[in-house]
């Protein structure tokens, strides 16, 4: 038996998103824009509903902070996806990166903290180190409806308030296809993985039983 329908402002989303990224080549141009998609579908009421419905399970922070998202879709054409998380009072991720994902994070609920990492020890974006030093360099408050831009491999951390924080992410690829870095500043070590673990979602109400 196939999903019900997503909810409306979704599937407008994804069709936006479609039509854009086929008009759209330049990454960067494309990104920006779909932010801006991205910011439409967060103020939608039905969405922001929703979102009351994720559970915490699937996102709880395991060992050292790799936790799982949502996946709400995948397209079969462009490969974006749609993931969501939710995230416990004072929950902290590692320092990490998306490997080669552009990556949008929005938030619907709560707000946290969003810290960027720059690598001093002369390596290069896209390397895959046993070793690494990192400093930070900015944090960036994400609140409702604001929405964070990271690059391929800009390395960042996310260190959630004393409240649950729901949000949208989405990324050029789905994750399990691509390779990350985890930065652990404690010993200057670095691990790779191949991120958080992808756990189906419907992104719509469930269909009602007939009268």
């Given at each position: 038996m196939s999903n019900p329908p997503r909810l409306p402002a979704v599937e407008t989303f994804i069709a936006d998103m479609r039509a854009m990224f086929a008009t759209?080549?330049?990454?960067?141009?494309?990104w920006e824009k779909a932010r801006g998609l991205l910011?439409?579908?967060?103020?939608?009421?039905?969405?922001?509903?929703?979102a009351d419905t994720w559970p915490d399970s699937p996102a709880k922070l395991g060992l050292e902070g790799k936790h799982g998202n949502l996946l709400l879709y995948e397209d079969p054409d462009w490969g974006f996806c749609v993931n969501a998380l939710i995230k416990k009072p004072t929950a902290k991720t590692t320092i990490h990166d998306h490997g080669v994902s552009w990556t949008l994070y929005g938030v619907i609920e709560g707000g946290e903290d969003v810290l960027r990492f720059e690598r001093t020890d002369g390596g290069k974006p896209g390397d895959l180190p046993k070793s690494a030093v990192v400093r930070d360099t900015d944090t960036v408050k994400v609140g409702p409806g604001y929405i964070d831009l990271i690059k391929p491999w800009e390395i960042h951390a996310e260190y959630n308030g004393d409240h649950r924080t729901a949000a949208v992410i989405i990324r050029s690829q789905r994750c399990g296809t691509y390779v990350q870095n985890i930065f652990y500043a404690k010993d200057n070590s670095v691990e790779q993985y191949w991120g958080p673990q992808q756990i189906p979602f419907h992104f719509g109400w469930p269909a009602r039983a007939a009268a």
């Open positions: 759209t080549p330049d990454l960067n141009a494309r910011g439409v579908m967060l103020r939608d009421p039905e969405v922001k509903k929703h």
